[in-house]
């Protein structure tokens, strides 16, 4: 109840305001969040690239309702991409990409418009010998997402997607995917979901994550394990194991923030571990989908409002 409370209010943007404004959650934010500029998000990708981490760097924004805006988030990618380079982090550092942030659900064109976007982010990428990975939205762009997925792999077949464990279809999802060459992380899913299409019990969506794991483990492309759930994590290695997949042929990947010492253990066990690190001034959707996922986040954001 109060998760789909925290998912309804993230997409309030009267109270995202109210809260972006508030100096009194920046403090909770800044640990979710590497901070506002690309160079913010470098310098923690170095630090983190220093503990034997790897990354996958991602500008905060979504659902973009304006032509400039989509091309602004492009060049900023470009950016990041070129701080990757110069720092040299890649491969090791990858980014994220949102495509909706790129003009996905622009009225007129707005596929095209993405499509050619995160062409010439691809193209960034692979220049500096990185990679790009797409993050998933809500069910709406699901299948919007996988078929500018299918273009970019003609001319770059390394490009990743999100698949969201929760949603009935992405068992289908994971078969199409399990190819080779094919990178897939596999997440929950931090959206709001009718149950229409996605189950509302978490036990069910831990089921289906085990299910998922299981066809990506098996299939013959590169599974991204993206949780914090210590029972998936151990799953997720016995089942390389039975699959006979080596370290290095799967990874783990967590958010910024979130588990650190547990992104760390792995790491300094010989697994590759990889750490979702988001920037810029957009953070309210995500701040607020994070403090669904985990009611004591929320409890530390209420006490630090009413103890000034
Ligand atoms: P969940 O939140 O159910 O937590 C399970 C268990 O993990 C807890 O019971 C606890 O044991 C442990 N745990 C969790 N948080 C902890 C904390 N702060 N401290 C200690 N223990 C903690 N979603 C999406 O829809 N589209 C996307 O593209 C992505 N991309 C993405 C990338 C990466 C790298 C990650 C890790 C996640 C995403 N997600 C995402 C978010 C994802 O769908 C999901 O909402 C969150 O990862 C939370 O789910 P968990 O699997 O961590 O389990």
Partial sequence: MLRRMLLSASNSEELGRLVSASPLTRPLVDRFVSGE????????ARALAARGLHVSLDRLGEDTADAAEAAHT???YLEVLDLIG??????RAEVSLKLSSLGQFLPRDGERIALDHARAVCAGAAERGTTVTLDMEDHTT????????????RDFPETGVALQACLYRTEADCRDLAGPGSRVRLCKGAYREPESVAPSSRAEVDRAYVRCLKILMAGE???MVATHDPRLIEIAGAL????GRPQGAYEFQMLYGI???????LAAAGETTRV???FGDDWYAYFMRRLAERPANLAFFLRSLVTK
Avoid at 142 to 153: N, P
Avoid at 259 to 265: A, F, I, K, N, Y
Wanted: a positive charge; charged letters at 35%.
């Fill in 259 to 265: 588990r650190p010492e547990e992104q760390q253990r």
């Fill in 37 to 44: 500029t690309a160079q913010d998000a470098a310098r923690a």
């Fill in 74 to 76: 492009r060049d900023a």
């Fill in 240 to 243: 390389a194991v039975r699959h």
């Fill in 142 to 153: 699901t299948d919007s997402t996988l078929g500018i997925l299918r273009e970019l792999r």
């Fill in 221 to 223: 492309g590169y599974p």
């Fill in 86 to 91: 110069r720092a040299d982090l890649a491969p």
């Fill in 276 to 278: 979702y690190v988001p």
